[in-house]
């Protein structure tokens, strides 16, 4: 039994092989930086001390806090996520319209007549797509954070971090769906001198208008995961709970809290599952 | 005399009642959370905003300070790329059991284990395993890594699930170990699939890497709450911008090999 | 003695027909390098035929199957998966992975006889890319050794499966209407090869096939199926029009069922094995 890949000389031998040996190579020489940069030390995990402090950590979970106060703590704080996210989700989708009409081509009426648009229009369309991606590029704990700077601790400063951020994103699925459907039902409309608003509401909106509600809500869920990181720069909700009994080290407090976390993700996924079937 | 089909109702009972109750939520939501909107709109607030935000020009770019602007953005793209990869590799073990080959009890199991993994968001993640990895990027690295198995692993098990079974079947059919028939017929026809996906999750890792260490998991967060915390705030700006630059470049990158992977 | 089936009666392992019988009380038995055709309508329960003959179904209670003179399903899980090796089962639609390379694809005949790493290491190199090479050759195809399976055309596709075939150490080719993408030349050479790969080893050839020329041009033994039941099994000097007629009765000779992966409908999942 050969100890070696191969070790017969083959007359056919294989043409990739090569190539695979220097895609190997490069990978490796790209991974050693990383593993630098990050400061990979798998070791750490097993060192005495470090164990010890996860083992005592990890017991400090049973049983789960159950106190009926901290119990209605969290189901307050639990409300507040979800306030948080939709009130946000809400203000990120009546900003996020006006600036999906600026952005969308498929409404330009001077497009219709040359072919291209005016110079004008041009600049007012890149200017609303580029500030869609700034908005959704900057990650919204970046936003709480100075926002919490601005308006002080609290839910208010959640509420716009979200909404921010998420104009940008819906913002820029909106104008992809829109301009990704049928473009004729819209032109026919502005040809025939209707308004811009008037267009999308009966032209692009009722083709598209299921996968718009399914994105929705999509984001909803995702706005609710956000609303919980927030709560970490004092943003309210779960988070700040959570980040309260981290820093006390209340193991028992931190177990109810994940497991309250994992039950709203899996009732907001249901929920959006449940809807996205419905409406689509 | 002709009768005219009696209208269908504008809504449906239903979707009204959905709308209701969506509505509800809605108002609900922004009164409960009692934000003194106006408050936040008075002149003294919106002047105090910008004076704020002017704080923030320019961005400080001495040569010293982008180094370490640089030495961060090496940190944060390392924790994102290594913790995707790591994914990647546990995300196909565990599709295995997950996509039931080992029979419906180890399904069952495995995917509610993966379901856990991917609710607890990453920062929660991170912020347990500072105490077993200590302060600093492997504990982001290890964060992103058990999170984004959740999410691969749930992916990647649906991929398997909905291949068509034939090469693999086949294989085992005629006497092959069922590992190998994963590896020689299943693996092959969803290995696109699974890269796309792990690609996909990079762009959304490299934003999580980035804030990961706000709670002290290293790289830009950490900078960018560092120089906060001390008022600095045009130092704070580099940081927000080298976080831009680094998403962006992210971005392309993962569009690009993803637009690679599927013309092959 | 390769396969002996006394009321042998298999139930159809869809779920929306599992109360009906894929197959009817079947009497067989096949001697050691015998070559035999299958003939008969769609439907009939060749694939099923096939299928149980290669160890995938076990048949329901009060029949009786062996398998070179063992008993598949008295046998515990690894011993039964140790004897599928020595059998090949050849479906239909050749079940190659489109991205995979042919020579990793015709290699795979070869995985129940290698270990696991060595099974690994061969996709990152092909192990004995020599041996894929010469079993090509025999169809025509040894220039496509490095070539992508899913830039093959079909007929292309059908022959690297029955390359596979040659590669592997069965002692019975059990083969699913192999011919069905290639043109008659085509499907006269690749009949040629396999049946002369059979004669060498000393195996076993079982044959469903469609076209029931090429079934009484090359095979002695022809056996015909219809609605799950064997209508007749005899020399092939005795079959006669009027047999032919009766078992093609209530269908025209048709095209073989050109559906995506026709043997799922037999194989529908891992069975505890």
Redesign the interface.
């Known amino acids: 039994m050969s100890l070696v890949v191969n070790t017969a000389i083959s007359n056919h031998p294989d043409p990739a092989w090569r190539g695979r040996i220097t895609a190997s190579l490069i990978a490796l020489i790209v991974l050693w930086p990383l593993l630098i940069a990050s400061e990979f030390k798998p070791w750490i995990l097993l060192d005495a001390q470090s164990l010890g402090a996860t083992w005592h950590f990890l017991a400090s979970f049973f049983p789960p806090a159950h106190s009926k106060a901290f119990l209605l703590l969290i189901l307050q704080a639990t409300w507040q996520t979800i306030a948080i996210a939709t009130a946000g989700l809400t203000l990120a989708l009546l900003s996020a319209i006006p600036l999906t009409l600026l952005a969308t081509e498929s409404l330009s009426v001077s497009r219709l007549e040359s072919g291209r648009m005016r110079l004008a229009s041009t600049v007012v369309r890149q200017g609303a797509r580029w500030l869609l991606v700034l908005l959704r590029s900057v990650p919204e704990l970046v936003w709480a954070l100075l926002l919490v700077r601005i308006l002080g601790l609290g839910p208010a400063a959640g509420v716009l971090a979200i909404a921010l951020t998420y104009s940008g994103m819906l913002g820029k699925v909106y104008a992809e769906i829109l301009e990704s459907s049928e473009a004729h039902a819209t032109q026919s409309l502005l040809k025939n001198g209707s308004g811009r608003l008037a267009a999308l509401l009966y032209g692009a909106l009722p083709a598209s208008a299921s996968e718009l509600v399914s994105y929705t809500t999509f984001r909803w869920e995702c706005a609710i995961r956000g609303s919980v990181v927030m709560g970490f720069v004092g943003a309210g909700g779960l988070g700040q709970r959570m980040d309260e009994s981290m820093k006390m080290l209340a193991g028992d407090e931190v177990s109810t809290l994940l497991i309250i976390f994992v039950l709203l993700v899996a009732c907001a996924d249901w929920v959006s599952t449940f809807l996205r079937k419905r409406l689509g | 005399m002709q009768h005219l089909p009696s209208t269908p109702p504008i809504i449906k009972p239903a979707t009204l009642l959905f709308l209701v109750g969506l509505l509800t939520l809605v108002c609900a939501s922004f009164y409960s959370l009692d934000i003194q909107w106006s408050l936040l709109f008075t002149a003294d607030a919106v002047r105090s905003s910008v004076e704020f935000l002017r704080g923030f020009t320019p961005p400080a770019l001495t040569w010293p300070f982008l180094l370490k602007v640089a030495q961060g953005m090496l940190e944060t793209l390392s924790m994102s790329a290594l913790g995707t990869g790591i994914a990647f590799t546990c995300g196909i073990m565990l599709a295995m059991p997950a996509s039931g080959r080992f029979g419906a009890a180890a399904r069952w199991v495995m995917r509610l284990a993966l379901n856990i993994l991917r609710s607890v968001p990453e920062l929660v993640w991170a912020l347990i395993l500072l105490i077993a990895a200590g302060l600093g990027p492997f504990a982001g690295t290890l964060a992103l890594a058990v999170h984004t198995t959740g999410v691969l692993g749930r992916l990647f098990a649906d991929a398997l699930e909905n291949m068509p079974p034939a090469p693999e079947t086949t294989l085992r059919i005629n006497g092959v170990q069922p590992m190998t028939a994963f590896f020689y017929a299943a693996l092959p026809q969803i290995l696109p699939q699974l890269m796309s996906y792990t690609l996909y999750r990079w762009e959304n890792n490299i934003r999580a890497a980035a804030i990961l260490g706000i709670v002290g998991a290293g790289g830009l967060g950490q900078m960018l709450k560092y120089h906060l915390s001390l008022f600095q705030m045009q130092q704070a700006a580099s940081v927000i911008i080298a976080m831009l630059i680094l998403i962006t470049l992210v971005d392309g990158a993962s569009f690009w090999l993803r637009r690679r992977l599927t013309s092959h | 003695m390769s396969f002996v089936l006394n009321g042998v009666s298999i139930r159809h392992a869809s779920v929306v027909r599992s109360n009906s019988l894929a197959l009817i009380d079947v009497d067989l038995s096949i001697k050691q390098g015998e070559q035999v055709a299958l003939i008969g309508p769609s439907g009939a329960g060749k694939t099923t035929l096939l299928?149980t003959l290669?160890?995938?179904h076990q048949p329901e209670p009060g029949g009786e199957f062996s398998v070179f003179g063992l008993q598949p399903w008295a046998m515990q899980p690894a011993q039964r998966?140790?004897?599928?090796?020595?059998?090949?089962?050849a479906?239909q639609?050749p079940?190659?992975?489109?991205?995979?390379?042919v020579?990793?694809a015709v290699l795979?005949?070869r995985?129940?006889q290698?270990r696991?790493w060595q099974?690994?290491?061969s996709?990152?190199?092909?192990?004995e890319?020599?041996v894929a090479?010469a079993a090509l050759a025999r169809f025509n195809l040894q220039d496509k050794?490095?070539a992508r399976v899913d830039r093959l055309s079909g007929g292309e596709r059908q022959r690297c499966g029955m390359a596979r075939l040659l590669v592997?150490k069965?002692d019975a080719f059990l083969v699913d209407e192999p011919l069905s993408a290639l043109d008659p030349t085509l499907a006269l050479q690749t009949l040629a090869v396999v049946q002369q790969e059979a004669v060498n080893r000393n195996a076993t050839l079982v044959c469903s096939l469609h076209q029931v020329e090429l079934a009484l041009d090359h095979f002695p033994r022809i056996i015909g199926l219809s609605d799950g039941r064997i209508v007749f099994d005899a020399q092939r000097d005795e079959v006669t029009e009027t047999m032919l007629a009766a078992l093609y009765r209530n269908t025209p000779p048709t095209e073989p069922t050109k559906s995506?992966?026709p043997?799922?409908t037999c194989?529908s999942?891992?069975s505890p094995c």
């Open positions: 299928h290669a160890c995938v998966h140790a004897l599928r090796a020595r059998l090949f089962l479906p639609t079940p190659l992975p489109p991205r995979q390379r020579v990793t795979a005949g995985l129940p290698w696991f099974a690994i290491t996709l990152i190199k092909p192990r890319p020599d090479y050794l490095y592997s069965a995506a992966y043997e799922d194989w999942g891992p």
